[in-house]
């Protein structure tokens, strides 16, 4: 049974802070992995996705994955009241098997 | 170019009623998948269909099944309902090219149940 583990939150931070956002997975084979955030009452929308160890960026948004540790993280910089969302992560294992997710980390930015 | 749609956005049908999603993906893409979103379980994966054929299949019982049409578009039914069907179900379209792989949403079908 893969499994992926998101701390639920919520994560409340203030305007203009570093939000962090972790997520372990248990299927070794994973290759790629996936962001994806969900606004309240809408569908899950792709924020980024990262293949290889090390950090990513985007804009305000940094992924970090470490395969060895089976750990993939997103930051978000200079967070924003529009940032608040749950975000949930997505590790994908072999070529041709389905993207499955955690359940999600609630993020709150208070102005 | 357009997004993944999904038809009926909102259902309320009865305990033992059957019911049927529809969706239509991302111009190209040639896989579905269709996932359960519950506020207790998360997002669940249902099943994946590529190129008619189901590809992948999650832990649902056999009341959820789907297919594909050549077009690509794809059905999803709930047989039997049970008031523990009532959730979000989403229907995602993705492209896999040259080892990236990028997968969009629909919009959902809110199902409630009675």
């Known amino acids: 049974q893969k499994e992926v583990e998101q701390n639920s939150g919520p994560l409340s931070v203030p305007e203009g802070a570093i939000a962090s956002l972790n997520c372990?997975?248990?299927d070794?084979?994973?290759?790629?992995?996936?962001?994806?955030?969900?606004?309240?009452?809408k569908s899950p929308e792709l924020i980024m996705s990262i293949y290889s160890n090390g950090d990513k960026e985007d804009g305000r948004f940094t992924a970090q994955l470490?395969?060895?540790?089976?750990?993939?993280?997103?930051?978000?910089?200079?967070?924003?009241?529009?940032?608040?969302?749950?975000?949930?992560?997505?590790p994908r294992g072999q070529a041709g098997t389905a993207l499955i997710f955690g359940k999600g980390t609630t993020l709150s930015v208070s102005s | 170019k357009a997004g993944v749609t999904q038809t009926p956005r909102y259902l309320i049908k009865t305990r033992g009623q059957q019911v049927t999603l529809s969706c239509s993906p991302i111009?190209?893409?040639?896989?579905?998948?269709?996932?359960?979103?519950?506020?207790?379980?998360?997002?669940?994966?249902?099943?994946?269909?590529?190129?008619?054929?189901?590809?992948?299949?999650?832990?649902?019982?056999?009341?959820?099944?789907?297919?594909?049409?050549?077009?690509?578009?794809?059905?999803?039914?709930?047989?039997?309902?049970?008031l523990g069907d009532s959730a979000l179900y989403l229907c995602a379209s993705r492209v896999?090219?040259?080892?990236?792989?990028?997968?969009?949403?629909?919009?959902?079908t809110r199902l409630t149940v009675t």
């Not at chain 1, 084979?29 to 994806?36: I, L, R």
């Not at chain 1, 470490?66 to 997505?90: E, F, G, H, M």
């Not at chain 2, 896999?96 to 959902?108: L, N």
Request: hydrophobic share 25%; net charge positive.
């Open chain 1, 24 to 26: 372990t997975y248990s």
């Open chain 1, 28 to 41: 070794r084979v994973s290759q790629s992995f996936f962001w994806y955030r969900q606004y309240s009452g």
């Open chain 1, 66 to 90: 470490n395969k060895a540790s089976q750990y993939v993280s997103l930051l978000i910089r200079d967070s924003q009241p529009s940032d608040s969302a749950t975000y949930l992560c997505a």
């Open chain 2, 27 to 82: 111009s190209g893409h040639r896989s579905v998948s269709w996932y359960q979103q519950t506020p207790g379980q998360g997002l669940q994966f249902l099943f994946e269909y590529f190129s008619e054929t189901q590809r992948n299949k999650g832990n649902f019982p056999g009341r959820f099944s789907g297919r594909q049409f050549s077009n690509s578009r794809s059905e999803m039914n709930v047989s039997t309902l049970e």
């Open chain 2, 96 to 108: 896999e090219t040259g080892g990236s792989y990028e997968q969009y949403f629909g919009p959902g």
